[in-house]
């Protein structure tokens, strides 16, 4: 089952590219650059999440972060 979730975030992935990428002007390269790799990270940790439920979301990686920081400045 997990790999039909695979299969449609893939899908997803294929129709924004199918869409946006046209609209976008060849002599736009650092857009369409951005683009591609903001989709693509976006894409693989969506599929990390299909497999791996459990892993932190991006609150507790910040807080894991600056932790540290926190005990140094006496905040927390």
Do not use: C, N
């Not at 990428?21 to 650059?33: C, L, Q, V």
């Not at 591609?36 to 910040?62: C, K, N, R, S």
Request: proline share 7%.
């Amino acid at each position: 089952m997990k790999w039909a979730g695979v299969l449609g975030i893939t899908a997803v992935i294929i129709v924004m590219f199918w869409y946006d990428w046209p609209k976008m002007d060849r002599k736009w390269k650092r857009e369409r650059t951005v683009f591609a790799v903001l989709t693509m990270v976006g894409g693989i940790l969506a599929i990390l999440l299909v497999f791996y439920p459990e892993m932190p979301g991006p609150t507790q990686w910040l807080a894991t972060l600056y932790k540290p920081l926190a005990k140094l400045l006496g905040i927390s």
